[in-house]
């Protein structure tokens, strides 16, 4: 009687353990799925589109000479540079401008070739570009295949001028040192930057990515085509650079352009990074986009 009772004793410990091992994996069956469901929620909610409800009516507006529209960015402190970039964006810090103008759009096939046709201006020309050279000559695309010397010769002719490297800094992140023009993660429809999944695996007619303007209401800050700047290139120069309005080094070699192209990694689309060419460098990956002094002196 006594082994009858220890063997149920026995048989009974054991359906307890048994039952206590499946209630445990049913538990962690159950975390899982749980787990599973709010990833799988989180990536819904990455991948949402929020909707765009900045205003932008409160940036003065005027239409250039050109007759293109430019906006203006207020006098003021902002955030230049970064200290999580490359070498020649350190240090990040403050620094003051003067209010300016910047165009709206960058320049398009069809307002450089209004430009071209007044002045008997050499046409533009890359030596290679892998894509249908016709794609050069669509009106409402991005003008690329100018050197830093067209483009300056352009603006001079619509009474403007080139941003200086700053004046492009702070017109593409705003006060606040966002690390794209939109905001600091990278977002579709945001920018036309490397690939076809943006839409184009080339230049792209400005102004097609509204979501992605800057909080001034600047289009194209990012991707399309990377735009040239007024100053020298020195790597080294935001080490010593003045806090107000700096104008970029004397006498170097290279000219700096900004903003990445539709052939650039998300990386290389930030508002702080820099890169730098010889001025007669003609590119498909590179255009324009011109600015003025609010009050010249």
């Not at 787990?35 to 507006?61: C, G, H, L, P």
């Not at 103008?101 to 209004?114: G, H, L, R």
């Not at 839409?199 to 800057?214: H, I, T």
Request: with cysteine.
């Amino acid at each position: 009687m006594r082994d009858k009772n220890l063997m149920i004793g026995v048989i009974g410990c054991f359906l307890i353990a048994i039952i206590f091992v499946l209630v445990i994996v049913w538990e962690i069956k159950k975390s899982i799925e749980h787990d599973t469901r709010v990833q799988q929620m989180a990536k819904k909610a990455n991948d949402v589109e929020v909707a765009d409800n900045r205003d932008f009516s409160i940036y003065e507006t005027l239409i250039g000479d050109d007759g293109r529209e430019m906006i203006l960015v207020p006098e003021g402190i902002f955030s230049r540079g970064s200290d999580s970039g490359g070498f020649d964006e350190k240090p990040m810090q403050e620094i003051y401008l003067d209010a300016f103008y910047v165009d709206k759009y960058e320049v398009s096939v069809e307002a450089y070739n209004i430009y071209r046709k007044v002045t008997d201006y050499v046409e533009p020309s890359v030596p290679f570009f892998q894509g249908d050279h016709d794609l050069m000559k669509i009106d409402k695309n991005a003008v690329v295949g100018v050197s830093w010397n067209d483009a300056t010769n352009f603006c001079t002719w619509a009474g403007k001028r080139l941003l200086t490297e700053a004046e492009w800094e702070k017109a593409a992140r705003g006060t606040h040192g966002l690390k794209f023009p939109w905001g600091n993660k990278i977002l579709q429809k945001r920018a036309n930057l490397a690939g076809t999944g943006d839409g184009y695996a080339y230049m792209s007619p400005v102004g097609n990515y509204p979501m992605g303007r800057s909080v001034y209401g600047v289009y194209d800050m990012a991707g399309n085509v990377s735009e040239w700047v007024a100053d020298f290139y020195d790597q080294f120069y935001y080490n010593n650079a003045p806090m107000m309005n700096p104008p970029g080094p004397e006498n170097k070699k290279n000219r700096v352009f900004r903003g990445g192209s539709w052939d650039a990694r998300s990386v290389d689309i930030r508002t702080s990074k820099r890169f730098a060419a010889s001025p007669g460098r003609k590119d498909s990956i590179l255009g324009f986009r011109c600015g003025r002094s609010k009050n010249p002196k």
